[in-house]
Nanobody, 126 residues
Framework: QVQLVESGGGLVQAGGSLRLSCAASGRFFSNYALGWFRQAPGKEREFVAA????????GYADSVKGRFTISRDNAKNTVYLQLNSLKPEDTAVYYCATKWKGDIATMTSGYGMDYWGKGTLVTVSS
């Protein structure tokens, strides 16, 4: 069983930055690929970024590529999402999720993820 707790969301002006964290409980954190997803009001959940469990490969949605950076610290059982150059359209609840020894190429749909956090709200004002 893995519990995920996101933090770091808040209100920020367009062009600003935030750093989201997702702390995981449980064992074998390093064996999980990790992903960030978001859901804006009235919209479906969408993939944001993912990081592999081996080799630290990363993948990003086109809408955030070059602005967001995903990273992980296995010693702290934590995955991060650095959000730069924020836009109002980035406003959403951001969720982290895990996939046991997952291939990040198969994580973009969000289906088949093992565990999900409850999310943290990011609001970007214009």
């Amino acid at each position: 069983q893995v519990q995920l707790v996101e933090s770091g969301g808040g209100l920020v002006q367009a062009g600003g930055s935030l750093r989201l964290s997702c702390a995981a409980s449980g064992r074998f954190f390093s064996n999980y690929a990790l992903g960030w997803f978001r859901q804006a009001p009235g919209k479906e959940r969408e993939f944001v970024a993912a990081i592999g469990w081996i080799g630290r490969s990363t993948g990003y949605a086109d809408s955030v590529k070059g602005r967001f950076t995903i990273s992980r610290d296995n010693a702290k059982n934590t995955v991060y999402l650095q959000l730069n150059s924020l836009k109002p359209e980035d406003t959403a609840v951001y969720y982290c999720a895990t996939k046991w020894k997952g291939d990040i190429a198969t994580m973009t749909s969000g289906y088949g993820m093992d565990y999900w956090g409850k999310g943290t709200l990011v609001t970007v004002s214009s």
